[in-house]
């Protein structure tokens, strides 16, 4: 396929765009474009397209309020998130913080003072070793029932999560 | 949900209201001068290229959306015009990449909004119009109008849908041949 590109076309696409042909147009440029392929596959496009442009320029629209305040609300609303996505994080991190603290307080407590036998049970219990045995010596249903609560819990801390996200 | 209201009891959306939002570009009224003057024009394109009014009608409101929605604003009403036809081009784009979405074949010739009402030359001129494009592809069909309605460069063209203005020239030389093509077939002339 071989591209040509015609030396009046620029003169012909301005007078096809402002509405000018064939009227504006010399007899010499009439005149080229009945014996060029080029020119006249050009008048021919140009002209539907310029009138199916025309006719698009007279069809009625919606009024503009409606959208420029939809556009408003989604710019305050990407505001907010950018604006309190850091705050949720140092939330989140200083709920940590404040959970360690508490932890750490209270097992200094407990050393401290006299520990309840059962605190001392749960003590041993976190010991890796023994975590190990007492799972290896448990009943089939209280190891149902500790993933079950496991899971359960994790559930709840995704859903809270996202439910956050979501408002 | 302690969490969650831990979260959000902060007064927050106040102090956000007087910032960022002052940023946008244009005031209502500016928006609404700029809107009338490429509403149509970006309609139609996005009309013809679609094939479907009710999609183009939804494609121009996601488009105004996107564009007073974006940070980065070129300068100027013939940039800001470009940058509205490359929205509403990747907006096109997106559409056609989604796995199901109606066949233009399906589409209804009364989606277009042919009116009764216009002369008997335009009818037909349009109605050509419409059955030429429905035998292009729709990238040809966008070419054809950005180039031929809307009057664009090939560079501009080559911005505004991303291709390499090099095959810009080819693909719409191919387009125009097919739809002048068309076009004879069916009697239109040019000349007139």
Same mark, same amino acid.
């Given at each position: 396929?071989?591209?040509?590109?015609?030396?009046?076309?620029?003169?012909?696409?301005?007078?096809?765009?402002?509405?000018?042909?064939?009227?504006?147009?010399?007899?010499?440029?009439?005149?080229?474009?009945?014996?060029?392929?080029?020119?006249?596959?050009?008048?021919?496009?140009?002209?539907?397209?310029?009138?199916?442009?025309?006719?698009?320029?007279?069809?009625?629209?919606?009024?503009?309020?409606?959208?420029?305040?939809?556009?408003?609300?989604?710019?305050?609303?990407?505001?907010?998130?950018?604006?309190?996505?850091?705050?949720?994080?140092?939330?989140?991190?200083?709920?940590?913080?404040?959970?360690?603290?508490?932890?750490?307080?209270?097992?200094?407590?407990?050393?401290?003072?006299?520990?309840?036998?059962?605190?001392?049970?749960?003590?041993?219990?976190?010991?890796?070793?023994?975590?190990?045995?007492?799972?290896?010596?448990?009943?089939?249903?209280?190891?149902?029932?500790?993933?079950?609560?496991?899971?359960?819990?994790?559930?709840?801390?995704?859903?809270?999560?996202?439910?956050?996200?979501?408002? | 949900?302690?969490?969650?209201?831990?979260?959000?009891?902060?007064?927050?959306?106040?102090?956000?209201?007087?910032?960022?939002?002052?940023?946008?570009?244009?005031?209502?009224?500016?928006?609404?001068?700029?809107?009338?003057?490429?509403?149509?024009?970006?309609?139609?394109?996005?009309?013809?290229?679609?094939?479907?009014?009710?999609?183009?009608?939804?494609?121009?409101? #996601?488009? &105004?959306?996107?564009?007073?929605? /974006?940070?980065?604003?070129?300068? *100027?009403?013939? @940039?800001? !015009?470009?940058? +509205? %036809?490359?929205?509403?081009?990747?907006?096109?784009?997106?559409?056609?990449?989604?796995?199901?979405?109606?066949?233009?074949?399906?589409?209804?010739?009364?989606?277009?909004?042919?009116?009764?009402?216009?002369?008997?030359?335009?009818?037909?001129?349009?109605?050509?119009?419409?059955?030429?494009?429905?035998?292009?592809?729709?990238?040809?069909?966008?070419?054809?109008?950005?180039?031929?309605? #809307?009057? &664009?460069?090939?560079?501009?063209? /080559?911005?505004?849908?991303?291709? *390499?203005?090099? @095959?810009? !020239?080819?693909? +719409? %030389?191919?387009?125009?041949?097919?739809?002048?093509?068309?076009?004879?077939?069916?009697?239109?002339?040019?000349?007139?």
């Amino acid at each position: 396929m071989k591209l040509r590109s015609c030396c009046r076309k620029a003169e012909l696409t301005a007078l096809l765009r402002d509405s000018r042909w064939p009227l504006g147009a010399d007899l010499e440029l009439r005149a080229h474009v009945s014996a060029c392929g080029h020119c006249s596959e050009l008048v021919l496009v140009m002209t539907v397209f310029q009138q199916a442009r025309r006719e698009a320029a007279q069809a009625e629209l919606d009024a503009p309020g409606t959208l420029w305040w939809r556009a408003q609300l989604l710019r305050r609303r990407k505001a907010i998130e950018t604006a309190t996505r850091p705050i949720m994080v140092a939330e989140i991190v200083g709920l940590v913080v404040v959970m360690a603290a508490l932890a750490l307080s209270g097992w200094r407590w407990f050393e401290a003072n006299a520990t309840p036998a059962w605190m001392l049970a749960m003590r041993d219990l976190l010991h890796p070793a023994a975590l190990v045995a007492a799972i290896a010596n448990a009943s089939p249903l209280v190891l149902v029932t500790a993933a079950l609560t496991i899971s359960v819990l994790v559930a709840a801390f995704v859903l809270c999560l996202s439910a956050a996200r979501d408002s | 949900m302690r969490f969650r209201s831990l979260v959000w009891e902060i007064p927050l959306p106040q102090a956000v209201d007087a910032a960022p939002v002052a940023e946008s570009l244009m005031d209502d009224q500016a928006f609404a001068a700029f809107y009338e003057r490429t509403a149509r024009p970006l309609c139609a394109y996005l009309a013809r290229v679609s094939g479907s009014a009710t999609l183009a009608d939804d494609l121009l409101q #996601e488009t &105004y959306l996107r564009f007073l929605g /974006a940070t980065l604003r070129e300068e *100027g009403e013939v @940039s800001q !015009r470009r940058y +509205l %036809f490359r929205i509403a081009s990747n907006l096109l784009r997106d559409h056609w990449r989604k796995p199901v979405h109606k066949a233009l074949e399906d589409v209804p010739e009364s989606a277009l909004g042919v009116s009764e009402e216009r002369g008997v030359e335009r009818m037909e001129s349009r109605t050509l119009l419409t059955a030429g494009l429905q035998r292009l592809r729709p990238r040809e069909r966008q070419l054809l109008w950005l180039a031929y309605a #809307e009057c &664009y460069s090939h560079k501009e063209i /080559a911005a505004i849908t991303g291709l *390499g203005a090099a @095959s810009i !020239r080819l693909l +719409l %030389f191919r387009a125009r041949r097919k739809m002048a093509s068309f076009l004879r077939k069916n009697g239109m002339e040019g000349l007139a």
